[in-house]
T-cell receptor, first 112, second 112 residues
Framework: SQTIHQWPATLVQPVGSPLSLECTVEGTSNPNLYWYRQAAGRGLQLLFYSVGIGQISSEVPQNLSASRPQDRQFILSSKKLLLSDSGFYLC???????????FGQGTRLTVV | DQQVKQNSPSLSVQEGRISILNCDYTNSMFDYFLWYKKYPAEGPTFLISISSIKDKNEDGRFTVFLNKSAKHLSLHIVPSQPGDSAVYFCAASRDSNYQLIWGAGTKLIIKP
């Protein structure tokens, strides 16, 4: 069966520090991968998606970047965190476009 | 511009009764709709979906209704159980587009 791992679960980082969140998927090949952010009281905002290794599409211009070094690995990064980067970050995958997405457990990021 | 709206931030329902969660959308190009359930500090889990060629889809206690002319969909949970207490998100997509557009969520509280 397919599983998705996302870590860490919680993270407290100072302003200006770098960020690296990692997501891996098991049990499937060539998934579509996504990074979402949920701000307090708001819906999920798509940040990045990837349909293959090295292929990254950005939906929202911001302080973050994403990379897909391997088929089932998706990394969310920042060189210098801002206070506004605080939120709940979720990694997800789909096997095809327009099918249901399966989410990781999420990372609660607090920038202080 | 919020294309998918869940106008009720919260809803309280007695155990055993019907829970009705509502979602409105503005983009007539949306043709695929999904409902997700989310517990605190976890990723959303897929519940049920509906294509625009249908007006109803049922899965156990969960039924989704779609009214295209009103650009409205609803999720019915019958009977409501304590484990149904969670935040429910509706999401919509259009063909040839990877992005799901999410509502802000409705917190459902099932009272014993």
């Amino acid at each position: 069966s397919q599983t998705i791992h996302q870590w860490p679960a919680t993270l407290v980082q100072p302003v200006g520090s770098p960020l690296s969140l990692e997501c891996t998927v098991e049990g499937t090949s060539n998934p579509n991968l996504y990074w979402y952010r949920q701000a307090a009281g708001r819906g999920l905002q798509l940040l990045f998606y990837s349909v293959g290794i090295g292929q990254i599409s950005s939906e929202v211009p911001q302080n973050l970047s994403a990379s897909r070094p391997q088929d089932r690995q998706f990394i969310l990064s920042s060189k210098k965190l801002l206070l506004s980067d605080s939120g709940f970050y979720l990694c997800a995958w789909t096997i095809r476009v327009r099918t249901e997405a399966f989410f990781g457990q999420g990372t609660r990021l607090t920038v202080v | 511009d919020q294309q998918v709206k869940q106008n009720s931030p919260s809803l309280s329902v007695q155990e055993g009764r019907i829970s009705i969660l509502n979602c409105d959308y503005t983009n007539s190009m949306f043709d695929y709709f999904l409902w997700y359930k989310k517990y605190p500090a976890e990723g959303p889990t897929f519940l049920i979906s509906i294509s625009s060629i249908k007006d109803k889809n049922e899965d156990g206690r969960f039924t989704v209704f779609l009214n295209k002319s009103a650009k409205h969909l609803s999720l019915h949970i019958v009977p409501s159980q304590p484990g149904d207490s969670a935040v429910y998100f509706c999401a919509a997509s259009r063909d040839s587009n990877y992005q799901l557009i999410w509502g802000a969520g409705t917190k459902l509280i099932i009272k014993p």
